[in-house]
C-alpha cells in the first residue's frame, strides 16, 4: 500500500496477557519508529530502527515491552504481561534516510490497546 | 533534552476565519526540523507543514502557513479560510539533525471549527 499500515486496529486484552503489533511501513523507507499515545502522558518515543543497525531502545518504558523488525520491512512491537497503564494508541511512523523530506516521518493509524 | 510547548489547548474558530495556533520550543542545536501534525478523530497523524531551520523563509502550503522566529524558539501555525474538515488535534514537533531523529511532540491543540 501507498502507507503505513498498523494491525490491529483496536485490541482489548487483560491484564497479564502478552499482545503483538505490528506495523508495516511505506516502501522503501528504511527508518521506523514507535511512539505511544496516551492521556496523561502524551506522545512519547519508544524505540527506532534504522537500516541494519542496532535499533534505539531508550524511550522503552519497562523490560515488558521489545520490538525486532525482520528483514528491515515489517516490524512487531510485543508487551509481555500488560497492566492497565500499557492502555494507549501505539503509533508507527517510518521515514526515509535519503533524499528529500528524508527527516519528514509519516505515520499509520494506530493501534488503540485497551487493558482490562 | 528538547522541549515543545503548545500554551493553547484548545482553540476555536469560525468557518472561513483565520487562526493562529502557537508552538515554542527549547533546543541548543543550531540545525532542525519543525513539523505540524493534525489528528482528526481517526487518529491518523498527518503531516501539515514542516520547516527546516536554516531556511529563514517561512514555510506555506496551501492555506496553512508558519511564521517562524529562530531566535525566540517560535513556530506558530497560521490555517487561513478555516474549513469545518480542519477540525482535529493539532500537535508541534521537534526534531535535531543529528544522531537519534525522534520527534518530540507538544502537548496538542484541539480545534474546533464553528459553522
Known amino acids: 500500500g501507498a502507507g503505513v499500515s498498523q494491525s490491529p486496529s483496536n485490541k482489548v486484552t487483560e491484564k497479564g496477557k502478552d499482545v503483538e503489533l505490528r506495523c508495516d511501513p511505506i516502501?522503501?523507507?528504511?527508518?521506523l519508529y514507535w511512539y505511544r499515545q496516551s492521556l496523561g502522558q502524551g506522545l512519547e518515543f519508544l524505540i527506532y530502527?534504522?537500516?541494519?543497525?542496532?535499533?534505539?531502545k531508550s524511550g522503552l518504558p519497562s523490560d515488558r515491552f521489545s520490538a525486532e523488525r525482520t528483514g528491515g520491512s515489517v516490524s512487531t512491537l510485543t508487551i509481555q504481561r500488560t497492566q492497565q497503564e500499557d492502555s494507549a494508541v501505539y503509533l508507527c511512523?517510518?521515514?526515509?534516510?535519503?533524499?528529500?523530506?528524508?527527516?519528514?516521518?509519516?505515520f499509520g493509524p494506530g493501534t488503540r490497546l485497551l487493558v482490562l | 533534552a528538547q522541549t515543545v510547548t503548545q500554551s493553547q489547548p484548545e482553540m476555536s474558530v469560525q468557518e472561513a476565519e483565520t487562526v493562529t495556533l502557537s508552538c515554542t520550543y527549547d533546543t541548543s542545536e543550531s540545525d532542525y526540523y519543525l513539523f505540524w501534525y493534525k489528528q482528526p478523530p481517526s487518529r491518523q497523524m498527518i503531516l501539515v507543514i514542516r520547516?527546516?531551520?536554516?531556511?529563514?523563509q517561512n514555510a506555506t502550503e496551501n492555506r496553512f502557513s508558519v511564521n517562524f522566529q529562530k531566535a525566540a524558539k517560535s513556530f506558530s501555525l497560521k490555517i487561513s479560510d478555516s474549513q469545518l474538515g480542519d477540525a482535529a488535534m493539532y500537535f508541534c514537533a521537534y526534531r535535531g539533525s543529528f544522531g537519534n531523529e525522534k520527534l518530540t511532540f507538544g502537548t496538542g491543540t484541539r480545534l474546533t471549527i464553528i459553522p
Open positions: 530502527f534504522q537500516g541494519n543497525s542496532a535499533p534505539d
Open positions: 520547516q527546516e531551520a536554516y531556511k529563514q
Open positions: 511512523a517510518s521515514s526515509r534516510t535519503s533524499g528529500s523530506y528524508q527527516e519528514t516521518q509519516y
Open positions: 516502501s522503501g523507507h528504511t527508518a
